[in-house]
Nanobody, 114 residues
Framework: QVQLVESGGGLVQAGGSLRLSCAASGLTTNIYAMGWYRQAAGKQRELVATITSGGNTNYAGSMKGRFTISRDNAKNTVYLQMNNLKPEDTAVYYC????????WGQGTQVTVSS
């Protein structure tokens, strides 16, 4: 079955950087979209960025210019490079894999201290 394993979260000071990774396994197709969502305490889950198998990207407005999503199709892995992090970026970040349905990772905590 499809599984997603995330890594790279942690604690960082404001202005710092983190790189999240999400590796997918159990896939039977190479045509799929991947992405990242996040959920802060007491708030709804929101889009961060997505990327198609062809490399087309989509970002939430507040993340443009600071976050970069990329993928390695040979490794079935999606990355999220986060720069100039702000305290309001503190959240649990979830990996998304979208084929004929959505698959979610377990989430990785990102905490940005001021």
């Amino acid at each position: 079955q499809v599984q997603l394993v995330e890594s790279g979260g942690g604690l960082v000071q404001a202005g710092g950087s983190l790189r999240l990774s999400c590796a997918a396994s159990g896939l039977t197709t190479n045509i799929y979209a991947m992405g990242w969502y996040r959920q802060a305490a007491g708030k709804q889950r929101e889009l961060v960025a997505t990327i198609t198998s062809g490399g087309n990207t989509n970002y939430a407005g507040s993340m443009k210019g600071r976050f970069t999503i990329s993928r390695d199709n040979a490794k079935n892995t999606v990355y999220l490079q986060m720069n100039n992090l702000k305290p309001e970026d503190t959240a649990v970040y979830y990996c998304l894999l979208r084929i004929y349905r959505d698959y979610w990772g377990q989430g990785t905590q990102v905490t940005v201290s001021s």
